[in-house]
Each structure stands twice: as structure tokens, then as C-alpha cells.
């Protein structure tokens, strides 16, 4: 292995945890892979090395499996009362906030996010999350049922926890994905299996270490890091686990459902999206110019949600596209530590590559780079902010999701809301658009129209913990997040009373 690089602001407290040996969290203990294996994780900023992390594959998912069950089965989480269980997720919130400069760091070197993003908005997101999701733990109810069965009955249902839990997550936001996936499942009371992505191993480790200090008992969480091909094809097919819950594109979540199809496992997916940002001929220019800008910019366009399709009247095309360039011009991009950058890079040189293909296959098909294009610096994967113009819906930029910080711009002169929702809904795709009004009557009747899990209008991407996320069509199945998450880990039992 390369020597390890430090970033001289990662601080002290950082640096002592990237040079510790990353083992796997299995049944309350950090230990190596069964094969000794081990692989390079790096900072996407600089394209270098920072940690040495344990490579889990099938043998090592038996075990967490074999202790996640222990802990459902047998364990002192059966018998933790939810007042308990709340209590204990609540103060890993506590734990995240007080450690929330050491994991924004991590968050950053290791996604290349800007640090103000990883600690102003996504340490303090998740301990929200944990909180909320604490709070429900003690308001998982049943119902009671009338039914006309001749006789006397009495009915009721009650929901318990589905079991143990196979949780594969995402690279583009380790901490957040990590929180989404794990608070529900604790407050239904369902052990846990987390797979971080291979890219993205080290906050996940970190809030390991968290889950131990709260207080949760040996086994509830376990986490094996690896590959997607060996630890997460393990945890997907699985006979022993009752669930998995995968974010991340639709091509690995369809080889997630095959490989659940041996058990029939339940099975939830928050997948890739092409999300459609529509501009009406009245919108106010001063709220849509920078909220279309942030919808497709944000955390370097690697969001599933993002912004990547707009759609502006022509009345106000060109005033969108000149103002998005002015803005997307102005973000300072850089390293994720350094104190001015707003913007920092893809996650891999993999990722740079797929990015800037698309933008070739663009100009290729006929599109006009109207900004960026083209790759910033020598060292680390930056992408300019890029608006592609004279799109099409034939263009393989306008159907594919790009995961990059690439914008497909097309006009429309039409007041008909029908056809305008159909140009937005010409998509596999279905998780998340926004509509851009000051008539709230045409907001509420595009709404309606728009085939999608979740719709702003007048705003693009908020995540409040309260407020349920997923998909449409090809973007997944369930709901992430708000009370509809706890339905993902719970079973419903009906029962019956002959009186």
C-alpha cells in the first residue's frame, strides 16, 4: 500500500482515527476480515490514499449475520423496552453532535464534500434524524378492528420489528445514508447488518464506534466493510437475513432484487433519479435562478434528487440559462477542507470519467455547452459546473442519470399543464422534481401532475427527517425517512380473541 497521505487540516483527532487499523464491528468486536484482506481508501480531493480498510466479503457477513440474529433472537435488544431503545438512540444524537467536528472532517476527506456542508448541514441532519426516529420508538401501535365474523372476537393488529437487516449504502453521502438506514431500524427494534460503500468506509466506522459508546448492546449493529460484487452480493442473498435496504443505482438494485428473490426477503430501494426542474413564465427569477442552480450543483451533482433536467418557458429560458452560468460560475471549487470552497470533486477518477464522457456524447448529439465541460486542475477528480443547452429527450444525457454536476436545459412555450407534466414525466426515472411559480394554483395542479415521490414547489431538495423519501417507477421501492420509514422494518400481525 501507498503511504497514507494526511491532509494538514484534518486536525489531530482525525488524524489519530484514519491511522488506526479499520477493522470490521461484528458482534461488539472490531476484527479483521477472515482473509486477512485488506483495501486502500482515498480523498478524492488530492486522488491519494488516506486509510487502509478490513476488505469483508461472504465469510465475514456469516458472522454478522450469525451475531445480528443472536442479538434479535436472544440478545438483551429483545427485551430493551422502547422507552430504552429511544433513550439510546437519542444519545448517539448527542454523540454525533459532540464529535461533529472529527466526523464532518472524515465525511469531507473522504466524500470531498465541502467541510461547512458535512458540519452545518449533514452532522447536525443526522443527529436530527436519530432524535426523530427516537422519539417514535415508543408510538409503534396497532389497531383495534371490528369485524363481522358471526360470534364475538376481539381483533387488533400489532407491529413488530421484520428482523435482521442487510443495509447497503451509497457513497455520495456516507453519514446521512448510514442515519437514514439505522435510525428506523433501531427504533422498530430490528438488529442490523451495514455495508458502507467501499469508497466511503470511514464515518460509517467512525458512528461504529459511537453505537458502542451509546450504549447499544453487542450485535444490534454490525458493520462489515468490502465490495459490493462479494460483502454486499452476501448480505442481498443471504438466507438468514429478513430485509435488505439498499440506496444506489437502479442497475445494482435490480441485481439486489434477484439475489433477495432465494428467501424472499423484503426488499426496499432508494434508486437513481432524473429529476425535472419547470420554470414558469412568472416565477421569480430571484428564488428560481439560485434554487435550479443549487438543485443541480449541490454536493457536485451526486445526488439522486438533483435538479438534472430543466424545463423553462421561453419567456424566461434565456434569463434562467444566463443566470445559472453567472451563479455556476462564481462557485469557488476546491478541496473540501480549504476555507473557500463551495464546490468540491466527484468521488473517483472512474466517476470523472462517466461524467465527462456524457458531456462528450452531449456535444456529439448536438448539444451546446453553455458552461463548464470540461475537468479543473491536475490533481483530485474536479468537474466545472456545466449546462448543456439544445437538448433533447432523445439524448442520451437528457434519459441517463449522470451523477455529476451536468445540467440539460430545454425550453417549452405551452400552457398546457398536461403536456408539459408529460415532457417531465418522459423519464424511467420518478424521484423527486420541482415547479417554479408565484400562481400557487398552477404549483398545486403540476403537483398533482408530476409522477414522482417528492415535489417542491418554489423549492427543490429539503430532506427534513419528517418528511418520507423515495421513488416512482425505477426510483425505488418504500419510503425513507418521516413515520412512513418505521413501515420498512416492521411486520403486522393480526390477532385474533374468540370471545
Known sequence: MNKPYIHPKIGPRAAAFLAKEHKLLIGGKWVPARSGKTFETFDPGTGRVIAKIAEGDAADVDLAVAAARRAFE???WRTITPSERGKMIWRLADLLEQNAEEIAVLETLNNGKPLATSRDRDVPGCADLFRYMAGWATKITGETISISTPGQFHAFTVREPVGVVGQIIPWNGPLAMATWKLAPALATGCTVVLKPAE??????????????????????VNIVTGFGATAGAAIAAH?????VGFTGSSEVGRIIVHAAAGNLKKV??????????????DADMSVAVPGATQAIFANSGQVCTAGSRLFAHKKVFDKMI?????QAGKIRIGHGLSDEAQMGPVISQTQMDRVMGYVDQGRAAGATVAAGGKRIGGEGYFIAPTILTDTNPEMSVVREEIFGPVLCAMSFDDDDLERIAKQANDSIYGLAGSIWTQNISIGHKMAQRIRAGRVGINTHGNVDAALPTGGYKQSGWGREKGHEGLHLYTEVKSVIVSL
Open 322 to 326: 444566463d443566470g445559472i452560468a453567472q
Open 239 to 243: 438466507p438468514d437475513i429478513d430485509k
Open 199 to 220: 469508497q466511503t468506509p470511514l464515518t460509517a466506522l467512525r458512528l461504529g464506534e459511537l453505537i458502542q459508546e451509546a450504549g447499544i448492546p453487542d450485535g444490534v
Open 74 to 76: 436472544s440478545g438483551p
Open 268 to 281: 426496499s430501494l432508494e434508486l437513481g433519479g432524473k429529476s425535472p426542474v419547470i420554470v414558469f413564465p
